[in-house]
C-alpha cells in the first residue's frame, strides 16, 4: 500500500526511519494517519526530513521508496494552480449536498403528485363503473317502460274493439 513519509533519524538507535504520514485508499484519495515509524535497512540516498512515497507490503516492509517531489509538484500542477482549494472543495460539497436535497424534494413531489393522480384516476374508474351500471339500470327500465307501453297499447286495443263490439 502507498504512502506519504518523512525520513527520520532516530536519535536513541542511530538509524534512519520513515515517519508514515498519509495513505492512499484510491487513485484520488488520501488519508491522514496518525504518524508510524517504519525501520529502514537499505538507507542510501536517503537524507532526514526527505519527503518519500513508499510502497509497503502487508507485513509492513518497502517494496518501493521513492521521492515525492515530483508527485507534490504534479498535486501542485493539478489542484492548487485551478484554484482548487479546500474551500472550494467544501462549497463544492456543499452545493452538490444542496442539489441532492432538491432532488429529493422534487423527487418527493413527483411522488406525490403520481400518488394522487392514481388515486384521481381510481376515483373516476369507480365512477364510470357507477355510471355504467347506472345506464344499465335505465335501460333496463325503458325496456321495461316500452314492454308496458306495448302492453297498454294492446290493452287500449282490445278495450277499443270491445267496445266497438258492443255499441254494434
Known amino acids: 500500500m502507498l ?3 518523512q525520513v527520520q533519524h532516530n536519535e536513541s538507535t542511530g538509524r534512519v526511519e520513515l515517519k508514515l504520514l498519509a495513505r492512499q485508499h484510491s487513485e484520488n484519495s488520501w488519508a491522514v494517519i496518525n504518524p508510524e515509524n517504519v525501520p529502514l535497512t537499505d538507507t542510501h540516498s536517503l537524507t532526514p ?3 518519500v512515497l513508499v510502497d509497503l507490503s502487508e507485513n509492513q516492509e518497502v517494496v518501493n521508496i521513492q521521492q515525492a517531489k515530483d508527485w507534490v509538484l504534479e498535486l501542485v500542477r493539478q489542484y492548487l ?5 479546500p474551500r472550494f472543495l467544501e462549497e463544492e460539497a456543499e452545493r ?19 400518488l394522487e393522480m392514481e ?3 381510481e376515483q373516476i ?3 364510470e363503473e357507477e355510471l355504467k351500471r347506472e345506464k344499465q339500470q335505465l335501460e333496463v327500465t325503458a325496456a321495461q317502460l316500452k314492454a308496458k307501453e306495448e302492453e297498454l297499447k294492446q290493452e287500449k ?3 277499443e274493439e270491445l267496445l266497438k263490439g258492443s255499441k254494434e
Open 157 to 159: 286495443q282490445q278495450l
Open 125 to 127: 374508474q369507480t365512477l
Open 49 to 51: 526530513d526527505l519527503l
Open 3 to 5: 504512502h506519504l513519509a
Open 81 to 85: 494552480t485551478t484554484g482548487v482549494s
Open 119 to 121: 388515486a384521481r384516476r
Open 96 to 114: 452538490t449536498e444542496q442539489w441532492r436535497q432538491d432532488l429529493t424534494q422534487r423527487s418527493q413531489d413527483l411522488t406525490r403528485q403520481r
